[in-house]
């Protein structure tokens, strides 16, 4: 099924993020459904993101912060024993990596290594949770679980807004390859080292991604004006984002969301939680440019491909 080619809307350039009741899509006829869906798709045409409620549980999100903080408070020896061995991305990521001031603990859908050295999936790698903290990993995992659900509805509804069939992303994400990153941003007494920062801006690699953050601000995105906004934190309500892959996927109209997290203005600054869901298409997916009456402007590319050339630094633009 091809989209319908559509006159593109007038870009109103904003200062607030939208807010968007993600209930009556759950649980709507198709009519809510496309009502909720074409909320959506304004809200990345004039923003380029957007807040959902009733989307995740916030009682959820408020024990996961608390597992947060208390695994982030063990001793560094007790953390570095689940540190992410080199080539990997599950485990603990000590502060200080790349000059980024944070820490972070990684992790994503629970696999197993078999006797031949793979995972009986095929895909992945094992999760690194420590031990003796049989609740961290339950709360993680359950978390993970509701993230993977909420995405999958989200999908629905960008595909929705992109008059295809609803299951045209979710038709890419079978392997439930996706990530999971709790960070810390400890608490800076005085200004940071020349080069040093909290997270310089850059967009995420795959389709979409879900932040929760806690009531310390930081987290800026950047709208189609070139201006920063601030994202703060609003209860019961997850910050959705677009990433680089679904940028390609869409062919501009659904581009991805700069977004950074500055130095605090004011020393010594209060440490600061943040937990981001990451959704990317499987390994071996094609991701083509939708067809409409546009000259694509990417060539296809597999997830893999893209994100091997990403963090290798070996990705040059490909945009015609």
């Given at each position: 099924?091809?989209?319908?080619?559509?006159?593109?809307p007038?870009?109103?350039?904003s200062?607030?993020?939208p807010?968007?009741?993600?209930?009556?899509?759950?649980?709507?006829?198709?009519?809510?459904?496309?009502?909720?869906?074409?909320?959506?798709?304004?809200?990345?045409?004039?923003?380029?993101?957007?807040?959902?409620?009733?989307?995740?549980?916030?009682t959820?999100?408020?024990?996961?912060?608390?597992?947060a903080?208390?695994?982030?408070?063990?001793?560094?020896?007790?953390?570095?024993?689940?540190?992410?061995?080199p080539?990997t991305?599950?485990?603990?990521?000590?502060?200080?990596k790349?000059?980024?001031?944070?820490?972070?603990?990684?992790?994503?859908?629970?696999v197993?290594?078999?006797?031949?050295?793979?995972?009986?999936?095929?895909?992945?790698?094992?999760?690194?949770?420590?031990?003796?903290?049989?609740?961290?990993?339950?709360l993680?995992?359950?978390?993970?679980?509701?993230?993977?659900?909420?995405?999958?509805?989200i999908?629905?509804?960008?595909?929705?807004?992109?008059?295809?069939?609803?299951?045209y992303?979710?038709?890419?994400?079978?392997?439930?390859?996706?990530?999971?990153?709790?960070?810390?941003?400890p608490?800076?007494q005085?200004?940071?080292?020349?080069?040093?920062?909290?997270?310089?801006?850059?967009?995420?690699?795959?389709?979409?991604?879900?932040i929760?953050?806690?009531?310390?601000?930081?987290?800026?995105?950047c709208?189609?004006?070139g201006e920063?906004?601030?994202?703060?934190?609003?209860?019961?309500?997850?910050l959705?984002?677009?990433?680089?892959?679904m940028?390609?996927?869409?062919?501009?109209?659904?581009?991805?969301?700069?977004?950074r997290?500055?130095?605090?203005?004011?020393?010594?600054?209060?440490?600061?939680?943040?937990?981001?869901?990451?959704?990317?298409?499987?390994?071996?997916?094609?991701?083509?440019?939708?067809?409409?009456?546009?000259?694509?402007?990417y060539?296809?590319?597999?997830?893999?491909?893209?994100?091997?050339?990403?963090?290798?630094?070996?990705?040059?633009?490909?945009?015609?």
């Amino acid at each position: 099924m091809n989209p319908i080619k559509e006159r593109e809307p007038q870009v109103i350039v904003s200062t607030q993020i939208p807010v968007i009741d993600f209930h009556p899509f759950m649980v709507g006829d198709i009519v809510a459904k496309q009502a909720v869906a074409d909320r959506i798709s304004c809200a990345i045409q004039e923003i380029g993101c957007f807040y959902l409620e009733n989307c995740v549980p916030q009682t959820l999100v408020d024990q996961v912060f608390a597992q947060a903080q208390s695994f982030f408070a063990l001793p560094q020896e007790e953390k570095n024993q689940v540190k992410l061995a080199p080539g990997t991305s599950r485990g603990y990521v000590a502060r200080g990596k790349k000059r980024v001031l944070l820490e972070a603990f990684n992790f994503g859908l629970d696999v197993t290594i078999n006797e031949a050295g793979v995972t009986p999936q095929g895909f992945g790698e094992p999760n690194r949770w420590p031990e003796n903290q049989k609740e961290f990993r339950q709360l993680l995992l359950e978390f993970f679980t509701t993230c993977r659900d909420a995405s999958f509805n989200i999908l629905q509804a960008m595909a929705i807004a992109l008059k295809l069939p609803e299951s045209y992303f979710t038709d890419f994400h079978i392997e439930r390859n996706f990530n999971t990153s709790i960070n810390h941003y400890p608490s800076l007494q005085q200004t940071p080292s020349p080069g040093e920062m909290r997270f310089a801006e850059h967009t995420d690699y795959g389709s979409i991604t879900l932040i929760f953050q806690d009531e310390i601000a930081g987290l800026e995105v950047c709208n189609d004006a070139g201006e920063w906004i601030a994202a703060p934190f609003l209860p019961g309500k997850v910050l959705v984002i677009l990433a680089d892959l679904m940028q390609r996927w869409t062919n501009d109209k659904f581009p991805a969301t700069k977004h950074r997290v500055p130095l605090p203005s004011k020393f010594p600054s209060n440490p600061r939680y943040s937990i981001i869901y990451f959704e990317s298409p499987d390994y071996d997916a094609e991701i083509s440019c939708l067809e409409s009456n546009a000259t694509p402007n990417y060539p296809p590319i597999r997830t893999h491909e893209y994100i091997n050339q990403i963090a290798t630094g070996s990705y040059a633009s490909e945009k015609k």
